[in-house]
Antibody, heavy 120, light 108 residues
Framework: QVQLVQSGGEVKKPGASVKVSCKASGYTFINYGLSWVRQAPGQGLEWMGWISGYTGNTNSAQKFQGRVTMTTDTSTSTAYMELRSLRSDDTAVYYC?????????????WGQGTLVTVSS | SHVLTQTPSVSVAPGKTARITCGGNNIGSKSVHWYHQKPGQAPVLVIYYDSDRPSGIPERFSGSNSGNTATLTISRVEAGDEADYYCQVWDSSSDHPVFGTGTKVTVL
């Protein structure tokens, strides 16, 4: 069965960086893209960006451009999302989600989420 | 870019029908997907391509989409349906998704 297992929670100070991993199993990694979606406490879902499992090409929301880096390691079927220059409003649960559906894509499997807390 | 507006909250009695709407300019021309999210859990896909159900999602969940409104309908509501619900479309011009604002469904 498809599973996306994320790394554990992190506590960071403002200005630091965080790198979250998402290990995929149960499907052919390079056949799907993975998106990163975050959710601040009590708020809705916010898409950050996605990475192609096949080409490694990325596309990120304008809000995060220059501050987020998404990568994959196809040898371990793992995706990574690094967010730099953390601020208190980056405190959120970060999810990876598998993209399916082509032109009208949706997210059919999600990781369990990683809580990133930014606090001095 | 697309803006998807949802009613913040819907309350429904057990056994009744809940209708959750997602409004957007000409949303009927796009494919709409729906997720539910229970407290402390990751979102779960419940409807894709307007009205298709992933395996494991009960037939009580159905969807429709026309004009400026997409609708998720939950029939014979159960206590376990209490969750936040989000609609989503894919903006092909920018190649990124747009999520609705979310609806909290409360089962009375």
């Amino acid at each position: 069965q498809v599973q996306l297992v994320q790394s554990g929670g992190e506590v960071k100070k403002p200005g630091a960086s965080v790198k979250v991993s998402c290990k995929a199993s149960g499907y052919t990694f390079i056949n799907y893209g993975l998106s990163w979606v975050r959710q601040a406490p009590g708020q809705g879902l916010e898409w950050m960006g996605w990475i192609s499992g096949y080409t490694g090409n990325t596309n990120s929301a304008q809000k995060f451009q220059g501050r987020v880096t998404m990568t994959t390691d196809t040898s371990t079927s793992t995706a990574y999302m690094e967010l730099r220059s953390l601020r208190s409003d980056d405190t959120a649960v970060y999810y990876c989600a598998r993209r399916d559906g082509g032109t009208y894509s949706y997210f059919d499997y999600w990781g369990q989420g990683t809580l990133v807390t930014v606090s001095s | 870019s697309h803006v998807l507006t949802q009613t913040p909250s819907v309350s429904v009695a057990p056994g009744k029908t809940a209708r959750i709407t997602c409004g957007g300019n000409n949303i009927g021309s796009k494919s709409v997907h729906w997720y539910h999210q229970k407290p402390g859990q990751a979102p779960v896909l419940v409807i894709y391509y307007d009205s298709d159900r992933p395996s494991g999602i009960p037939e009580r969940f159905s969807g429709s989409n026309s004009g400026n409104t997409a609708t998720l309908t939950i029939s014979r509501v159960e206590a376990g349906d209490e969750a936040d619900y989000y609609c989503q479309v894919w903006d092909s011009s920018s190649d990124h998704p747009v999520f609705g604002t979310g609806t909290k469904v409360t089962v009375l």
